[in-house]
């Protein structure tokens, strides 16, 4: 450990070590608002899931095996290998000349994300004793919490095109961006954080590392665009999208199975499955899981609520969830300041979790006719609760461990809250389109979407019978498009032809827009209640954690009394 370090050491090193975690956060937001024109400038538009999957798989898998790794090769030569990884695939993926390169560089810069997503946390856990820690990891919560805010404001400002220092932004400054900050945090973390190497040889657990990344990059694959990506194989082998989930899922299955039979022979497991008899972490994991997918369910789904019945554009819906993010920062910071003057942190996540899920359950009263100030409200408290379980899961499965151990179990509460809001996403996508396809029956017969089938732009736009299609039919920027086009078709006409037709195409838009919103907002109502539902379970498992009190650091104290 290197609590001895000043101050302002310390504060240095955090500073560099946020610095890289902001990046890691960011990309997650600001690449929102840039993939329209992705697509368009490099017409791919059956490429657009792979951009967004190709670093959720590389980060998830990464995960794991950069803790583990950290706690074998000391922390600091692991963040400097995450941070310059980061910044080298941000880099490329700025200069991509097809969306190839694109998919490649996006992987890439997965793994560097990865990477810094394992070592952040951990790191605390390097510099500060268990009383001190919860300070720094609410500081890394409101991290994350501004960033859902300024990515897409950021993302949304440069792909717009801004002139800065002669040169005019585009899509690709949404990466470039992250460069001179990956070197600054380089330069930083290289001149003063610690190595925490530690003296045993280190022996790496390869056949481990094999199968884990066999079992999350199918599950990754199987729950995540996967009718997109697979459409060739589904196609030449005749697959239904059911039938290839369950050949995936029986990968999975033995992938895990031959993972769990390595980690239980080898020396040095990515996961020591003794973990997993600690009471604690065993609750915290689960915990993780059901709060990564009741997240998800919530925040995701809110932005979606505001572009489709406020008619917000991706800038304006990061805006719209600012009394969110207040409430994330407020708590984060605000719980852990408190969690170090009294070294109690159960109390804090218990309080969270019921909170978040009173919240989630009060999301399902929202209507196409409810203020935003009702939205706003329920949003204050749900970040509040939010912002509390957060940064604790990792407090208390740092307390239960020594110190050459904390980057696997650190590393583990984001792998399994990832696993979650992967699953989650999966399910709630599902749950959506279901609803959908209930509550939009007959919506192919509207005159729009019988004009829309009738345009050659209608190809782009994707399959008119498709639930979700004919969501995306009514966001704000393809709803632009499309009018700007048909103001385009009848400009040649006279101009009380063109004046009925223009009023006509408009009331038949306002119809269609009306019947999606109802159901849409109708579909969501399930959402809600499934998310509320998982919190609830989570709020029941925290109650069940037994609480060790934090410790102030004492001189001659072993690691694990820390």
Same mark, same amino acid.
């Given at each position: 450990?290197?609590?001895?370090? $000043? ?10 070590? *946020? #610095?890289? *975690? ?43 095996? =950069?803790?583990?790794? $950290? ?52 790191? &605390? ?21 501004? $960033? ?136 915290? *994991? ?25 008619? #917000? ?35 804090? *996540? ?21 203020? %935003? ?53 999966? &399910? ?5 389109? #279901?609803?959908?396809? #209930? ?72 119809? %269609? $827009? ?38 102030? =650091? ?9």
């Amino acid at each position: 450990m290197h609590h001895h370090l $000043s101050l302002r050491s310390k504060v240095i090193i955090m500073a560099s070590v *946020m #610095a890289s *975690m902001f990046l890691v956060a960011l990309d997650q937001t600001i690449i929102a608002t840039a993939l329209g024109k992705i697509v368009e400038e490099f017409n791919a538009y059956d490429s657009l899931s792979w951009i967004v999957t190709a670093y959720l798989l590389t980060t998830t898998i990464t995960v794991p095996i =950069a803790g583990k790794l $950290s706690d074998l090769f000391g922390r600091k030569l692991v963040l400097l290998a995450g941070v310059a990884i980061f910044g080298a695939g941000s880099l490329l993926s700025g200069m991509a000349g097809d969306v190839n390169q694109l998919v490649l560089w996006r992987a890439v810069q997965g793994i560097g994300g990865g990477i810094i997503t394992a070592n952040a946390f951990t790191i &605390i856990g390097d510099l500060f004793a268990a009383r001190e820690r919860g300070r720094w990891q609410g500081m890394i919560g409101a991290v994350f919490g501004l $960033s859902s805010v300024i990515g897409p404001l950021l993302g949304g400002w440069l792909t717009d095109g801004q002139a800065i220092l002669g040169l005019t932004t585009d899509w690709r400054w949404t990466f470039l961006i992250n460069v001179p900050v990956a070197i600054i945090a380089f330069l930083l973390i290289m001149a003063f954080c610690p190595p925490l190497k530690h003296d045993n040889k280190p022996k790496i657990d390869y056949f481990g590392a094999i199968f884990l990344t066999i079992a999350l990059a199918t599950l990754v694959l199987a729950v995540d665009n996967t009718e997109t990506i697979f459409a060739n194989v589904m196609d030449t082998f005749n697959l239904s999208l059911t039938g290839l989930r369950l050949i995936m899922g029986s990968i999975v299955a033995l992938a895990t199975a031959a993972f769990i039979w390595t980690e239980s022979r080898v020396e040095e497991p990515i996961i020591p499955l003794r973990f997993f008899k600690n009471r604690t972490y065993s609750l915290v *994991m689960i915990v993780a899981t059901l709060f990564g997918a009741g997240f998800m369910g919530s925040i995701l789904y809110l932005t979606q609520f505001n572009q489709q019945v406020f008619g #917000a554009g991706p800038t304006e819906s990061g805006l719209m969830l600012i009394p969110m993010v207040a409430g994330i920062m407020v708590s984060a910071i605000g719980s852990g300041q408190l969690i170090s003057r009294t070294g109690k942190y159960k109390r804090f *996540m218990e309080f969270g979790v019921v909170l978040a899920t009173i919240m989630i359950a009060l999301l399902t009263t929202l209507t196409p006719e409810s203020p %935003y100030w009702h939205e706003a409200i329920i949003m204050v408290a749900l970040g509040f609760g939010l912002g509390l379980v957060m940064p604790i899961m990792n407090i208390a499965v740092q307390n239960e461990f020594e110190q050459r151990e904390l980057g696997v179990a650190t590393s583990s509460v984001q792998l399994f809250r990832t696993l979650g809001s992967t699953v989650g996403i999966a &399910i709630f996508g599902a749950m959506l389109t #279901a609803g959908l396809t #209930a509550n939009l029956k007959g919506i192919e017969d509207t005159a729009y979407i019988q004009a829309l089938k009738q345009s050659p732009a209608a190809s782009k736009i994707g399959d008119l019978s498709e639930p979700n299609t004919q969501l995306n039919l009514n966001m704000p920027d393809i709803k632009s498009e499309i009018t700007k086009g048909f103001e385009t078709s009848v400009a040649s006409l006279p101009a009380p032809v063109k004046s009925a037709a223009t009023k006509q195409f408009k009331e038949n838009q306002s119809e %269609y $827009s009306d019947k999606i919103i109802h159901a849409f907002s109708k579909s969501l109502r399930s959402i809600f209640v499934t998310s509320a539902s998982l919190m609830l379970i989570a709020a029941v498992v925290v109650f069940f954690i037994r609480e060790k009190e934090l410790k102030h =650091a004492t001189a001659g104290a072993t690691p694990g009394e820390m």
